[in-house]
């Protein structure tokens, strides 16, 4: 789609402007509300499908929350190298689940982004940023609510296709997921889970549950200590309604410099629930 911007120009002299083309006008994405890829010459830049392993997109663990709605986080993994432009597309069975929104996070909030969901069963994601990103965690949160006729049988998500600075993403059947709607009631109490993987490498997740309590929102930090009980992270430090959640944590401590190899504490608060495990990092 190509949207019409009007940029505040000198009189004399002369101004470098560097741009994106946001969208995937060539690739059949179907038009959305206020979206047209008529008329204009455009050109697929997609075709040479140069194929890598520095980049990779992942669909994390549901979280489910307790207005019915629920949050399916897309996680990149970098290897700290620079991440500029995102094409993607993610398939759900429209007979299960009904596509609300897609929602960025601080790791892509400076992002330019093009949500398409107009077609059932699909998303279409475009996004850029000049600046880019080199941490990896997630990226994006796909916001979805159970159809009226869905059965409790589980339902799949998965990328279809995915291109990062336009190098073909693949590997993508690791990013298959599943998940029942049986399996999103609410907890029963708070819950700290251990992470997976544990040990782990580039990176790992942590989940946790908040139970329904009589106040509306429980505020929850979530910190990452060495054994020298040195703050190395926080990975949560906000209110949380009751449900179902999942942190990742790419092994960066909060000056983003990568930690060393060892053994690691993670400490939940949540209200007067305090629970702390270990984990190994391994290089």
């Not at 505040?8 to 083309?21: H, R």
């Not at 990226?139 to 336009?166: G, M, P, Q, Y």
């Amino acid at each position: 789609a190509v949207t019409p911007i009007t940029l505040p120009l000198p009189e004399t002299g002369n101004v470098e402007i560097s741009a994106y083309l946001l969208g995937d006008v060539t690739l059949k994405w179907g038009e959305g509300p206020g979206l047209s890829s008529t008329g204009y010459g455009t050109t697929n830049n997609l075709s040479k499908e140069i194929p890598t392993t520095d980049f990779s997109l992942s669909l994390g663990d549901v979280e489910g929350v307790s207005d019915g709605d629920i949050l399916v986080p897309l996680s990149i993994q970098t290897n700290q190298l620079l991440a500029n432009t995102l094409i993607f597309s993610v398939e759900y069975d429209a007979n299960q689940l009904k596509y609300l929104s897609t929602n960025k996070t601080d790791l892509s909030e400076n992002f330019m982004l093009a949500a398409n969901g107009s077609e059932p069963g699909k998303i279409h994601i475009a996004m850029a940023d000049v600046n880019g990103v080199e941490n990896s965690g997630d990226i994006l949160r796909f916001v979805f609510k159970f159809a009226e006729k869905s059965s409790n049988e589980n339902t799949e998500l998965f990328i279809s296709r995915a291109f990062i600075n336009d190098l073909t993403i693949i590997n993508l059947d690791d990013s298959r997921m599943s998940f029942a709607e049986s399996a999103l009631e609410l907890p029963k109490t708070f819950q700290l889970n251990q992470n997976y993987p544990n040990p782990f490498n580039a990176g790992t997740n942590i989940s946790y549950g908040i139970p329904d309590t009589k106040a509306q929102n429980v505020h929850v930090t979530l910190n990452i200590y060495n054994v020298n009980g040195q703050l190395v992270r926080t990975l949560v430090n906000e209110e949380k309604t009751a449900g179902f959640y999942s942190v990742h944590w790419d092994g960066l401590d909060s000056q983003a410099r990568a930690v060393t190899s060892g053994v690691y504490f993670y400490q939940i608060k949540a209200g007067d629930y305090l629970s702390i495990k270990k984990m190994g990092m391994l290089k």
